[in-house]
């Protein structure tokens, strides 16, 4: 049987949304096309991982089920779809060997340094094979970096850490510093399917990675691809927080743990607070197994430990880190939009196009009408939570 893929799965309801939103009611029943999914998934006894997550979701309390499907959508599970032939895979084979891998990794200190701004600071961002087409997601990244206000130039502060083959080709085409992250235990050759086990693999390597990151002192904004950078970041982070992570929700307090934080993009400086964290944190893989990493921060954010740490997290608004879950209301503010809340990567790529039109059409505005405020996105459209729940 076919690996069932996240699309068989029924978007969540208005109620569990709203359930998102509001932590203090006990989670509603389960919508019955989840149900029947989940039914279907659990004959399929050997589909371990998809199981367990949906098992947990409606058996379990804790925790929140629906986090776990809102969060998981910021990576499409489009790999099914992108069949490499096979002579294609014998000549990426030939273009990168194994050796130009071992010769790779070794060139991550070379790679963080050559990037790296003044202050020991990098961007980071992931890509696999099916963001990274021409004309897909790596693209639209990219060239929301060019029509952004002073981002431009951080263009060659940006590590693009690819995970695959292919993802890693096309880096190497359009950027200046890529990355491949690939050890010893991983298979490089086969494309990750979302959430099996080798998917949510890569997703703990990486941050793991991100560690090994923290350690070599440099500090780093991690973003998805997916985000569109629209004005330089640094301005809006807070001067005392280690760890700055952008929301899905953001309740208006930038220390409230009721944020639901989407680690998509996040902010944390290199220090023993956020080096501890970040071994916490991937630890904590074993405590939820089947979860991503995203969810298990949301999980984990309440911890108790975090305080023995002396870690400090700040939640950053939705006002300048938006997305389609939580748009930036003002364009003359918006610093980033994330297309998460979205099913689908044809979806993802639609609004994100829309999202980008927007943009240019806001920058050849005269300044008045600029001042004015008038102007508002014109998202979600195929990214709607209201479709979703229809
Ligand atoms: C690091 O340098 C960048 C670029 O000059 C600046 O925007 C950012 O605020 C600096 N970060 C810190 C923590 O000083
Ligand atoms: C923000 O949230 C924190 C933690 O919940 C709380 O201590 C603080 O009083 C809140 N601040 C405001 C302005 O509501
Ligand atoms: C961690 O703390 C030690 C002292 O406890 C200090 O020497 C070291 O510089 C700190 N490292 C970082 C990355 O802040
Ligand atoms: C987006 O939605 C429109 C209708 O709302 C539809 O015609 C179009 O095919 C959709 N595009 C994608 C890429 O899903």
Known sequence: ?????????????????????????????????????????????????????????????TPPPVQVAWDRRQWDPPLATVVVPKAEED???????AD?????????????????????????????????????VIDLFID??????????????????????????????????????????????????????????????RLDFLRLVLEKGYSFIFSDADIMWFRNPFPYFYPDGDLQVACDHYVGNATDLRNIANGGFNYVKSNNQSIEFYKFWYSSRLRYPGYHDQDVLNFIKHDPYIMDIGLTIKFLSTTYFGGICEPSKDLNEVCTMHANCCIGLQSKLHDL??????????????????????????????????????
């Open 100 to 136: 130009d891998l071992d010769i790779e990794y070794l060139k991550l200190e070379q790679v963080l340094q050559a990037a790296s701004m003044d202050n020991k600071t990098i961007i980071l961002t992931t890509l696999n094979a099916a963001w990274s087409s021409p004309g897909s």
């Open 91 to 97: 000549r990426d084979l030939d273009h990168i060997s």
């Open 144 to 205: 929301s970096f060019r029509h952004g206000v002073r981002t431009s130039s951080l263009l060659k502060h940006l590590v693009i850490i690819a995970f695959d083959r292919k993802a890693y080709r096309r880096c190497t085409e359009i950027h200046t510093y890529c990355y491949a992250l690939v050890t010893g235990n991983v298979d490089f050759s086969q494309e990750k399917r979302f959430l099996t086990a080798g998917y949510l693999e890569m997703m703990w390597k």
């Open 1 to 61: 049987m076919a690996r069932p893929s996240r699309q068989t799965l029924a978007p969540p309801s208005a109620t569990s949304l709203r359930r998102l939103y509001g932590h203090s009611k006990p989670p509603p029943p389960p919508a019955s096309a989840f149900r029947k999914a989940a039914a279907v998934l659990l004959l399929a006894a050997a589909v371990a991982l998809p199981c367990a997550v949906l098992y947990r979701a409606l058996v379990s309390n």
């Open 353 to 390: 196009r829309i999202i980008m039109e927007g943009w240019r059409d806001y920058m050849s505005m005269p300044p008045s009408l600029k001042a004015s405020g008038a102007f508002s996105w014109r998202v979600p459209q195929n990214c709607s939570l209201s479709l979703l729940n229809q």
